[in-house]
């Protein structure tokens, strides 16, 4: 028999809107969310940059920002439209599962199928299948969470969901450091599919809610009025205005962190091998990993749990923040191993509070039920743009000032990242 998972329901949202949660419901979330990282992190920390430096060694830095931008662009396009269509889902497999599986089966295909390309551009067009399934899988994943999960407890779920990123990039680039690219692809796509079984069979979505919390039309309704509905994109410009300040505010907050991120990892292999100059610097990239985790579970599950107990969100995600360009600055500044070690840690620390608070800060303040898996697809846009951003300016910055510049500017991001969340009001 499960073990229930005791919840509270917010006063602001009615106790029936949530069922009772189980563990097995939780780690079934939290597996199929692991699985998903280790395809995409594994894939992009190690095997992609090993077989673009193999296809074209003398410009692999700008073929990897390439094709990374490539991927990242098909995340921003598909976090957005599989939000919106498992909103509008009404299968009886679940309105978010239904996707989740989708995603998860074209993401593992494509990764099947790098290891027999030749060219950056057919390793680009299998890597933005790869990218773009994750962005799917990604924000109906989101989306789950507010449906059946109470705000008082969204910082803690969301922390422990947030620490399969961290273990997805440990576990993968361990298991494929010491492999070819040739078999690192086919290994961790077997592990896509097969961490998404537990969620393919009871992560079952609650009911599509009767109630609306705004004064929206129905998609397939007339207006009080009797009028159509607005044209298409006039209606996509007046959902973006609905969304208000405070989404925005929120949105530039999500895509500095993640920016600040993606800097700093892009050409870590690259980093190490150049710069620091290690013997092995696949094995590097799997050291700090595991230091990246240890610095998420240690501070991201206490920091997400003391938000939920004080009820406030924006204080935690600025010390996230700096802490976030403290270890940034310190691996910018002084290009030793022992100081890599130290500041994968701070980031990973900072990072995972951040994700943590600043998940279940968003879910606070969405419009309306009924559009949460669009709303969290185009929040999700924002980590993915800054990933679609990140590797071309970073391939700018290396050339201009090298590593130092690279880490300076990811550590200035971060403290944007901070204060862009501040101007919010609705949320304490």
Not at 3 to 15: G, N
Not at 30 to 41: D, P, Q, R, S
Not at 232 to 251: N, Q
């Given at each position: ?16 809107t ?11 979330l ?12 594994a894939a992009a ?34 976090a ?20 989740v599986i ?5 993401c ?8 027999w ?8 067009i299998?890597?933005?299948?790869v ?8 924000a ?7 449906d ?16 399969a ?32 079984l ?19 039309e129905?998609?397939?309704q ?6 159509p509905r607005?044209p ?22 999500r895509f ?14 690259y980093f ?5 100059r ?7 990239v799997?050291?700090l ?5 240890a610095g ?31 270890g940034l ?7 030793t191993?022992?100081?890599?070690v ?24 969405l ?14 846009m924002?980590?993915s743009?800054?990933v ?15 590593y130092?510049?690279?880490f300076l ?20």
């Open positions: 028999m499960e073990k229930p998972l005791v919840v509270r329901a917010s006063p602001a949202e009615p106790p029936s949530f069922k009772p949660l189980s563990f097995s419901w939780v780690l079934a939290f597996a199929v969310t692991l699985g998903m990282w280790i395809g995409l992190l920390q190690v095997l992609l940059p090993s077989q673009i430096e193999v296809i074209d060694p003398d410009r692999k830095v700008w073929a990897l920002g390439a094709v990374t931008a490539a991927g990242a662009v098909a995340a921003v396009l598909a957005p439209l599989v939000g919106a269509l498992s909103d509008r889902t009404r299968w009886r497999f679940g309105k978010r599962r239904s996707w989708a995603g998860t089966v074209f593992a295909l494509a990764l099947l199928a790098l290891p390309q030749s060219s950056v551009i057919a390793v680009g299998c890597w933005t299948i990218h773009g399934g994750v962005g799917g899988i990604s109906a994943l989101c989306a789950v969470v507010p059946r999960v109470p705000v008082d407890r969204r910082g803690t779920v969301f922390a422990i969901v947030g620490f990123q961290p273990l997805g990039l440990v576990f993968g680039t361990l298991l494929v450091s010491g492999v070819s690219f040739r078999a690192g692809y086919p290994l961790v796509a077997v592990l896509v599919v097969l961490l998404a537990p969620y393919a069979f009871i992560g079952r979505d609650v009911p599509v809610l009767t109630h609306r919390t705004d004064q929206q129905q998609p397939d007339p207006t009080r009025a009797g009028k607005r298409a994109p006039r209606r996509l410009i007046a959902d973006a205005k609905a969304l208000g300040p405070d989404f925005a505010w929120a949105w530039g907050g500095m962190a993640q920016f600040a991120t993606s800097l700093a990892t892009v050409y870590l292999l190490l091998r150049d710069e620091i290690l013997d092995d610097p696949a094995q590097g799997a050291v990993s595991l230091m990246f985790t998420i579970i240690v501070v991201g599950l206490l920091v997400g749990r003391a938000s939920d107990r004080a009820g406030r969100r924006k204080i935690f995600v600025i010390v996230a923040a700096l802490l976030m360009a403290g600055t310190g691996m910018g500044l002084v290009s191993w022992p100081v890599a130290v500041a994968a840690a701070a980031l990973g620390g900072g990072y995972g509070a951040y994700l943590a608070v600043d998940q279940a800060l968003v879910t606070q303040i419009r309306s039920d009924s559009d949460r898996g669009k709303d969290l697809g185009v929040m999700n924002a980590g743009a800054a679609a951003v990140a590797p071309l300016v970073a391939a700018g910055g290396v050339d201009l000032g090298g130092t510049l690279l500017l990811a550590g200035a991001m971060a403290v944007l990242g901070g204060l862009l969340i501040q101007p919010i009001k609705s949320v304490p």
